[in-house]
């Protein structure tokens, strides 16, 4: 039983230490085997390796894909016009020599993006206070991103090389600090009143005039058509006096009698109207009191 038990302790010891010996790369990842925290080989291809059980070596692993490193302040820059602007951008980077890496950087691609972030940042700094806001905005905003990418692979390929490749630098974001932002808002918005107010103006003047010319229009279309009715009137009035004068000059006394209805038709338009004459004495019932005879000239 005892030599059975010390048989099983061996194999399990024996599986330990096998298993401390074997380390999968991934095909993402560098493996960095140290002996005695001193780097002795980088395996840059996936597969299973071999190592010597720790304490003797041990591995690391550092990501080979490509990084994207954000920035993560908002401090403000200044222009070359003094102005106080705020960048946002972005880095596209990977670690292309895993030793000097870990000897110039970290074993860690934290490391890595901390010290990138602060490189990037004095870069970007150093340019934005060449040139304007203007520039930035659309002109040079290409040109200060090459500058900054320059400046930075001068940096991580300097005296002791960080062994990364910064593949691309771009400003995703150029804005002012939000005092000055508030301000031209504040600006934009009166400018937009004044032109509002202005076009309101002009609108108002324009409907003024229109109004004015077409009440001009119907006044003078009202007074021709009041002018040619007038006439129309006259010339008829003058047609029906004819008319008359001619029927009334052949038989005075139909017209005395014709006279007489319309006096007649005046005078009791009315259901109500009185009036108090003497018929014996006035002349406008003359008709009625049936006097003279009317006869009529053929």
Same mark, same amino acid.
């Given at each position: 039983?005892?030599?059975?038990?010390?048989?099983?302790?061996?194999?399990?010891?024996?599986?330990?230490?096998?298993?401390?010996?074997?380390?999968?790369?991934?095909?993402?990842?560098?493996?960095?085997?140290?002996?005695?925290?001193?780097?002795?080989?980088?395996?840059?291809?996936?597969?299973?390796?071999?190592?010597?059980?720790?304490?003797?070596?041990? /591995?690391?692993? =550092? !990501?080979? $894909?490509?990084?994207?490193? +954000?920035?993560? @302040?908002?401090?403000?820059?200044?222009?070359?016009?003094?102005?106080?602007?705020?960048?946002?951008?972005?880095?596209?980077?990977?670690?292309?020599?895993?030793?000097?890496?870990?000897?110039?950087?970290?074993?860690?691609?934290?490391?890595?993006?901390?010290?990138?972030n602060r490189v990037v940042r004095n870069a970007f700094q150093e340019e934005v206070n060449k040139r304007t806001v203007k520039e930035l905005l659309s002109a040079k905003r290409e040109e200060v991103m090459n500058d900054v990418k320059k400046e930075v692979l001068s940096q991580v390929r300097g005296a002791k090389?960080?062994? /990364?490749?910064? =593949? !691309?630098? $771009?400003?995703?974001?150029? +804005?002012?600090? @939000?005092?000055?932002?508030?301000?031209?808002?504040?600006?934009?918005?009166?400018?937009?009143?004044?032109?509002?107010?202005?076009?309101?103006?002009?609108?108002?003047?324009?409907?003024?005039?229109?109004?004015?010319?077409?009440?001009?229009?119907?006044?003078?279309?009202?007074?021709?058509?009041?002018?040619?009715?007038?006439?129309?009137?006259?010339?008829?009035?003058?047609?029906?006096?004819?008319?008359?004068?001619?029927?009334?000059?052949?038989?005075?006394?139909?017209?005395?009698?014709?006279?007489?209805?319309?006096?007649?038709?005046?005078?009791?338009?009315?259901?109500? !109207?009185?009036?108090?004459?003497?018929?014996?004495?006035? @002349?406008?019932?003359?008709?009625?009191?049936?006097?003279?005879?009317?006869?009529?000239?053929?």
């Amino acid at each position: 039983m005892n030599r059975l038990g010390f048989v099983i302790s061996s194999l399990l010891f024996l599986l330990a230490i096998a298993s401390s010996t074997l380390f999968v790369v991934d095909q993402r990842q560098f493996g960095v085997v140290f002996a005695l925290g001193q780097i002795k080989d980088v395996i840059t291809e996936p597969g299973l390796n071999f190592k010597l059980p720790p304490p003797f070596q041990n /591995v690391s692993y =550092i !990501d080979k $894909r490509l990084l994207t490193l +954000d920035s993560s @302040d908002n401090e403000p820059v200044l222009t070359a016009e003094k102005q106080r602007v705020v960048i946002d951008w972005y880095v596209r980077w990977r670690i292309s020599e895993p030793t000097e890496y870990i000897r110039n950087v970290g074993t860690s691609e934290a490391a890595g993006a901390s010290q990138l972030n602060r490189v990037v940042r004095n870069a970007f700094q150093e340019e934005v206070n060449k040139r304007t806001v203007k520039e930035l905005l659309s002109a040079k905003r290409e040109e200060v991103m090459n500058d900054v990418k320059k400046e930075v692979l001068s940096q991580v390929r300097g005296a002791k090389p960080w062994g /990364v490749d910064v =593949i !691309d630098v $771009r400003i995703t974001r150029v +804005d002012y600090v @939000d005092a000055i932002t508030e301000s031209v808002y504040r600006r934009m918005e009166a400018e937009r009143k004044r032109v509002a107010n202005e076009l309101r103006s002009t609108g108002f003047a324009e409907g003024e005039k229109i109004r004015a010319d077409a009440d001009r229009q119907r006044e003078i279309t009202v007074s021709n058509a009041y002018r040619d009715a007038q006439k129309i009137k006259g010339e008829g009035d003058a047609g029906a006096a004819h008319l008359y004068a001619e029927a009334f000059g052949r038989d005075p006394q139909f017209a005395q009698f014709y006279r007489s209805l319309d006096a007649y038709k005046a005078s009791f338009a009315s259901k109500s !109207d009185v009036m108090v004459l003497d018929p014996s004495s006035s @002349d406008f019932f003359k008709s009625m009191r049936g006097g003279a005879p009317v006869s009529s000239k053929k």
